[in-house]
């Protein structure tokens, strides 16, 4: 088999909108650290569901490891799902007792408003007034209001998604505290640098020197709805046809078909940067009163006093 026979030794869990993408990225750039390809599998929280008795090696190290190998000081993957699924991390530790867990943690205030424009870019929400959103969060729990595209409706549960410091305190519970490292989103803002060199520290991986680190996230939004719809929910005929395509590319040698080139010229011609809305004086305060007691919590299991966050 080529690529590792070694299983991953660190995950980066989550949350969402927290600078996830942008640690993966510059993790994924020191040459001491192999990453997935892509950066979020989600094999533990949605194909390991939908197989339970998937074979690891062909299904996981196969798919999303082969460029990598035994040689690496540190092999890690970055889907952001896990830290909301504790079966996951369980699932995990299983196949690596010694596994690592890294979470990005922000002001579940600003993480929501922010995650909540990301889901209207990907299609998985279509309420564009984040009151509204927030409001039919009962209705979508009992499967009405529901967006046609949206994967999961789990994905617009916004209060359960803020709640960082619940989730963080299942993590620890399942992982062993020693074995999860958290970074607040305002230290990795103020000092990147400090925060990059702090997560290797955790892997025991090599300071490569990296000095930049260019930031990674902006509001994305799509110039025409229908394109998207075409590019991001293809029609399932459309989907395979694409994939034969793309594994004669492989079998001639080829990293990426035509086809595929071509769908992503068009996805960042139809991608705009797009500013979001202010979050209402009302509204804000009532994320406050929601999250209050969380941001408690997640305070106390840092011993960091996160009341600004309120």
Request: charged share 25%.
């Amino acid at each position: 088999m080529q690529g590792t026979t070694r299983f991953p030794d660190f995950f980066v869990v989550g949350a969402p909108r927290c600078g996830t993408t942008a640690i993966s990225k510059y993790l994924s750039k020191n040459p001491n650290i192999c990453f997935s390809q892509p950066k979020e599998p989600h094999f533990f929280s949605i194909t390991r569901q939908e197989k339970p008795d998937a074979d690891i090696r062909k299904h996981y190290l196969e798919l999303f490891f082969r460029h990598c190998s035994n040689t690496y000081q540190a092999i890690g993957e970055g889907s952001v799902s896990y830290l909301y699924y504790p079966r996951a991390i369980r699932q995990i530790q299983q196949l690596n007792p010694q596994a690592r867990f890294i979470v990005m943690a922000r002001n579940p205030i600003d993480m929501i408003h922010s995650y909540h424009a990301r889901l209207l870019a990907i299609l998985d929400e279509e309420v564009e007034d984040f009151a509204t959103a927030w409001a039919l969060q009962e209705a979508r729990a009992g499967g009405q209001q529901l967006p046609a595209h949206c994967r999961t409706p789990y994905l617009l549960q916004y209060r359960e998604i803020g709640r960082i410091g619940h989730h963080v305190e299942q993590l620890f519970h399942a992982a062993g505290r020693e074995n999860c490292h958290v970074v607040l989103f305002d230290d990795f803002i103020s000092d990147t640098l400090g925060s990059y060199r702090q997560v290797l520290d955790f892997l025991r991986v090599d300071y490569d020197g990296q000095t930049e680190f260019p930031p990674v996230e902006v509001s994305k939004f799509y110039r025409y709805r229908w394109l998207h719809l075409l590019l991001k929910r293809p029609p399932m005929r459309v989907v395979k046809y694409t994939l034969n395509i793309e594994q004669r590319a492989r079998r001639k040698g080829k990293k990426k078909s035509r086809i595929k080139r071509f769908r992503k010229w068009l996805i960042r011609k139809n991608t705009v940067v797009r500013k979001r809305p202010p979050l209402e004086l009302s509204m804000r305060k009532q994320l406050r009163e929601a999250f209050a007691e969380d941001i408690a919590k997640l305070g106390h299991l840092l011993d960091r006093d996160l009341s600004h966050w309120q």
